[in-house]
């Protein structure tokens, strides 16, 4: 509140300044200033003062300016007369002049008026039928007849608009920082995590409530590096270089009757004091083992207890106007997210926001008792999310990337709904429940890993052995995360089974582009075609299902795709960019790597118009079936219910 006083009255004052100015380029300002020195040198001049001043007091106007009527809620505009440079007084402000206590002031003042708008008016322009002239009373014609013989300038010859600045409008900046500013000052600068999460994290830095814990904790962190740093530099100063000036003892303060062994002798001792309470503040700061300090918040200050922690006014703002002031909502949650050191955004940036969401979300309560469960709900949200918007892969989340997806809406989103099943897109814990279910059917022995044999069992032994090899032991789509060679974890699987049920995304585009294009060249010819469609025939033929001839499908193929190029020799060439530019990919995709998903191809028409009344994607319809089709076996079943709960 007293910054915004502040600034308030530095602006009346430019204003006042401008008016000031204005009114000394008056003509009649001059005759004025020349009418006061004239009096000065005949030695009237507090005459004349006294008399001005006793004249006004009855007016209840000051001098050179516009009637107010500080009751009025809006100001009118008055009437301009006809050739007149200025506004004459406004008669609806005239008139709610406030009553005087004395019986003869009302005549006194309709005649003050009357004075008024005859200064107003040009002698050249007023005429004596015009303005009717009102009676006078003896006071104030006895008044009038003492003011010296000059000319008054007219003071509304300065625009009425002047006397009303328009204060500049408040920045959103300014208004976030000044709401923040009240709920400090509504809990004594004392603001805990939950009143940080309640009335500051939402409103004022406009981030999802469970980003509070993190952004918490960052704040905190900030402050104790920062009084870590002023502690150890001012420690370096008083051991390393002993400068008594330097460390702020001695000088003109010093009692000048003191010897200078005396003198030394004081200083030495405070300077002695001052670095044994330095040790003693630097003991309490977490973190100073002479370690370099860790990217993790937890490990940095591992006793600092967040739920009685509380921060400041200067802390909260000190950060809001580093990282979150004058940007936009992808830019804010950007830097919410990364590390300060850092452009990007990586997968272990998000693992502290997803605790938070896991901690605060009413619809994952019920996954408080089960950690291990918590800790794959994580995983598979983090990487859905890097799945969906790292175009590169490379784990490093620009802001351009950022900003191309729809996350800053989705995390919004799923902080306003308490159905966490509802939040389709990254958070859906019924999306997560399937994916991991996936994972327990191929994992047989249940160590977190499976390898080329047990992929290839997924949907009922639908995959080539050619796509599982390319997936599993040549790592064509992306590099495996497991550290073993052969192995597949729960996070490759996640992008695996995402790609596999809906070809649609770019993502997805981009994984098995790389699964089928044998030589690695960015190019899918014919030949690699032909490799792949070759044990799709070969399992055909074991289910006595009538064969197709290789030529007729890269022709149909060919037709979805649309292809650019073609090489030297004739041949087709399908380039990635081909592949993205279709909307039939997908089709191709699953003719060369799933027979039962080409088996299907088949048996519908590929050109068919889909139903446009779904908003939903394949992923997601996929999700819902297999989620009822497990919910249905839990309920049949109650042992696979508890055998999927063990983790372990």
């Known amino acids: 509140m007293s910054r915004v006083v502040t600034q308030t009255k530095v602006k009346l004052q430019v204003k006042l300044d401008e008016l000031f100015q204005n009114w000394l380029g008056l003509d009649e300002t001059q005759d004025f200033i020349n009418s006061l020195l004239e009096s000065a040198k005949r030695g009237t001049l507090d005459q004349m003062i006294a008399e001005q001043h006793h004249l006004f007091s009855i007016e209840k106007q000051p001098p050179l300016s516009p009637s107010i009527n500080r009751n009025l809620r809006t100001f009118r505009e008055p009437e301009r007369h006809p050739g007149s440079r200025s506004s004459p007084i406004s008669p609806d402000l005239v008139q709610t002049t406030p009553p005087s206590k004395f019986e003869d002031r009302t005549a006194a003042q309709t005649s003050l008026q009357t004075h008024h708008k005859d200064r107003l008016l040009s002698k050249a322009q007023r005429s004596k039928d015009e303005i009717p002239k009102a009676p006078r009373s003896s006071y104030q014609s006895s008044a009038h007849s003492r003011l010296p013989s000059t000319h008054h300038p007219s003071f509304s010859a300065i625009p009425s608009s002047m006397f009303y600045p328009q204060l500049l409008p408040v920045s959103p900046s300014e208004e976030q920082i000044n709401g923040i500013h009240e709920v400090c000052m509504k809990?004594?600068?004392?603001?805990?995590?939950?009143?940080?999460?309640?009335?500051?994290?939402?409103?004022?830095?406009?981030?999802?409530?469970?980003?509070?814990r993190p952004i918490f904790r960052r704040i905190l962190r900030n402050e104790r590096l920062m009084k870590q740093y002023r502690l150890v530099t001012r420690r370096s100063v008083i051991v390393g270089n002993g400068n008594l000036w330097q460390c702020g003892y001695g000088g003109d303060d010093e009692e000048e009757d003191s010897s200078g062994e005396e003198r030394a002798e004081r200083k030495t001792e405070m300077l002695f004091d001052e670095d044994d309470e330095i040790d003693a503040e630097l003991s309490r700061v977490p973190g100073l083992d002479g370690k370099r300090a860790g990217n993790d918040d937890k490990s940095m200050f591992p006793s600092v207890d967040l739920e009685n922690a509380t921060i400041a006014e200067t802390q909260i703002v000190s950060f809001y106007k580093h990282f979150l002031m004058n940007l936009d909502k992808h830019e804010r949650l950007f830097n919410a997210v990364r590390k300060q050191k850092n452009q990007f955004v990586q997968p272990n940036d998000w693992v502290s926001f997803i605790e938070d969401l896991l901690a605060t979300h009413p619809g994952l309560d019920f996954l408080k008792n089960t950690p291990e469960f918590q800790q794959r709900y994580a995983e598979t949200v983090i990487v859905r999310i890097f799945y969906t918007v790292n175009r590169k892969e490379d784990e490093r989340m620009t802001l351009a990337e950022l900003a191309k997806s729809d996350l800053t809406e989705q995390c919004h989103f799923c902080d306003e709904e308490t159905n966490i099943n509802l939040v389709h897109?990254?958070?859906?814990?019924?999306?997560f429940y399937v994916l991991y279910c996936k994972f327990w059917e191929l994992d047989t022995d249940h160590d977190q890993i499976i390898n080329d044999q047990n992929l290839a069992k997924y949907n009922n032994f639908s995959l080539s052995s050619r796509t599982v090899d390319r997936i599993i032991n040549q790592q064509a789509p992306r590099r495996l995360g497991s550290g073993i060679p052969g192995r597949m974890d729960f996070k490759d699987f996640i992008w695996f089974l995402l790609s596999e049920e809906d070809k649609t995304t770019d993502t997805a585009i981009s994984y098995w582009f790389r699964v089928v294009d044998l030589?690695?060249?960015?190019?899918?010819?014919?030949?690699?075609?032909?490799?792949?469609?070759?044990?799709?025939?070969?399992?055909?033929?074991?289910?006595?299902?009538?064969?197709v001839k290789f030529e007729d499908i890269l022709v149909q193929c060919v037709d979805m795709i649309k292809p650019h190029s073609f090489n030297e020799a004739g041949n087709v060439e399908i380039t990635l960019a081909d592949m993205k530019r279709s909307s039939l990919a997908s089709n191709v995709f699953n003719i060369l790597t799933n027979l039962s998903k080409y088996i299907t191809?088949?048996?519908?028409?590929?050109?068919?118009?889909?139903?446009?009344?779904?908003?939903?994607?394949?992923?997601e319809r996929f999700a819902q079936a297999e989620y009822d089709r497990l919910s249905l076996e839990d309920e049949t079943d109650d042992g696979v219910g508890t055998d999927y709960m063990d983790l372990n």
Do not use: C, N
């Open 601 to 619: 191809f088949e048996t519908k028409d590929p050109f068919g118009v889909k139903d446009q009344s779904s908003q939903m994607s394949d992923w």
């Open 425 to 431: 897109r990254y958070f859906s814990y019924e999306h």
């Open 519 to 547: 030589d690695d060249d960015g190019i899918l010819s014919a030949w690699e075609m032909e490799q792949f469609f070759g044990e799709q025939q070969d399992k055909l033929d074991g289910m006595d299902m009538d064969l």
């Open 187 to 212: 809990h004594k600068d004392r603001i805990t995590l939950d009143i940080f999460r309640k009335e500051i994290i939402k409103p004022y830095f406009e981030l999802p409530r469970w980003f509070a």
